[in-house]
């Protein structure tokens, strides 16, 4: 922590390194041999740890609190920012951001990039991520009014066409240039009108009418599933699975079919990341000492991670192996095997993620006042993952609309490989410059 207090030009180049241009190599140099990669960031880290010398702690002199201040410092946050947390979605759009780019270079493998019908890939898993873990944040909301009366559904319903109306128009906006500059586009990704910013868009108005039914299926786990099963039938039983694949684009629906009908397995994941939420948020409460690992399983928020994990590989299995339900993944329709494999997939990350934090800083949720914890919790996060998990949507924004220009003022796919690793690099570079500049001057845009 010494080399990124303070947190000088130096660090914040340290800083860099580790969380975007690894994620750059290993995307593209190292894609063929990550282990390569991890032996080089680790010898380094190892080497530290063993020859750096413990830190003196330093205190600051005592000055007696205000009275007023007292009994706001003691009480902590029962929903605390949890640096785990922070760091993952981080690290999810700084790969993200990295990925919408490279994908245009051949230095970027095509085992990456999206696949057309069936099938999983890097950037498959990407979109799914990016709305599980909107889910996951989400429920902070929710969780707040557990203990209360939760508002209105038709105040509920206008807070979120609220926050759905600037998605919307970004979306609106991304539809008009794409279409006026001729961008080059899949259709078989969203549909001829449809793009990722409406899928974000019409997610909070569902997602306040499922929190509706909540009250009659208590998780939002168990109310995924049953909405991405149901879908999973309608697709196998129906011909609506055909329809999206092979129907003719005739009129506006069947032009965005691939958009409308995915939209229903995306609200699935998201709910999926409120399920994990509404177990990664709240505060852990005190355990005993010697507690035995089905204590620990069954009532510690890691161990509890780690349980979903399990469930949703364990779903994940029976709906696409032999003796299951035999089904494929497919991102373009967002169909079950989908679904469970996103969900099962940022489980684990999570788990992991908490299980980092749990064993390195033990001591992160035990602090005396608010103040304090708010004052570990950031020194237990990278100022980069944290300030492109700050402004994560306007980042992605910013970061659409450079790949944009630099896709219609390159040539990409006729780039050589230094050439291509150096737009790669300067552009990761102007991004994160970007989130890092916003945080540095504390704002926050609200998408």
């Known amino acids: 922590m010494r080399l990124f207090s303070p947190y000088t030009p130096a660090a914040f180049l340290v800083d860099f390194l580790l969380n975007c241009g690894v994620t750059l190599f290993a995307t593209t140099i190292y894609s063929s041999s990550p282990w390569v990669l991890n032996l080089l960031l680790l010898l380094p880290a190892v080497i530290l740890y063993v020859l750096e010398k413990p830190a003196l702690a330093k205190r600051d002199p005592l000055r007696p609190p205000k009275k007023d201040d007292v009994a706001r410092e003691t009480k902590l946050d029962p929903l605390p920012v949890k640096p785990f947390i922070t760091n993952y979605r981080g690290a ?11 994908v245009d270079f051949r230095v970027f493998p095509r085992r990456f990039a999206k696949v057309e019908n069936w099938g999983t890939s890097l950037m498959d898993m990407g979109v799914g991520s990016f709305v599980f873990t909107a889910g996951v944040v989400s ?8 203990s ?9 319903l206008v807070a979120s066409i609220r926050h759905s109306v600037p998605l919307l128009v970004l979306g609106t906006i991304r539809l008009v240039s794409v279409k006026g500059l001729d961008y080059a586009e899949h259709v078989t990704e969203y549909g001829v009108h449809w793009n990722f910013f409406y899928t974000l868009g019409f997610l909070p108005p569902f997602v306040a009418l499922f929190q509706s039914a909540f009250d009659l299926v208590p998780s939002y786990a168990v109310l995924s599933c049953i909405l ?37 397995g995306y609200l699935a994941i998201f709910l999926a990341g409120q399920s994990l939420g509404s177990i990664a948020l709240p505060r852990q409460p005190p355990q005993p000492k010697n507690a035995s690992i089905s204590y620990l399983l069954r009532h510690t928020m890691l161990g509890k991670l780690a349980i979903a994990s399990i469930v949703w590989t364990a779903l994940f299995y029976f709906s696409t192996s032999y003796y299951g339900l035999r089904l494929s993944v497919s991102r373009r329709i967002a169909n079950l095997p989908y679904f469970l494999w996103v969900s099962a ?27 304090e914890e708010k004052q570990r919790s950031r020194e237990a996060t990278s100022t980069v993952l944290y300030a492109f998990n700050r402004n994560g949507l306007a980042v992605f924004l910013v ?25 790669l690099f300067v552009y990761t570079g102007a991004v994160t410059g970007i989130a890092v500049g916003l945080d540095q001057y504390n704002l926050s845009i609200k998408l």
């Not at 999570?350 to 033990?362: G, H, R, S, Y």
């Open 148 to 156: 209360g009366r939760r508002p209105p559904l038709s105040q509920r």
């Open 345 to 371: 997939f940022n489980s684990y990350q999570i788990t992991i993620c908490c299980a980092i934090e749990t064993i390195l800083f033990p001591h992160l949720y035990k602090a005396s006042t608010s103040g």
């Open 139 to 146: 429920v902070r909301s929710s969780l707040k009014h557990s």
């Open 228 to 264: 991405a099963a149901v879908y999973e039938i309608a697709l196998d039983w129906t011909s609506l699975g055909s329809y999206i694949l092979i129907a003719p684009r005739t009129d506006l629906l069947s032009e965005n079919r691939e958009g409308v009908f995915s939209f229903i």
């Open 92 to 102: 999810m759009m700084v790969i993200t951001c990295i990925a919408i780019l490279a």
């Open 399 to 423: 970061a659409n609309l450079l790949t944009g220009v630099i896709n219609m003022t390159i040539p990409t796919l006729h780039m050589d490989f230094l050439r291509s690793m150096a737009i």
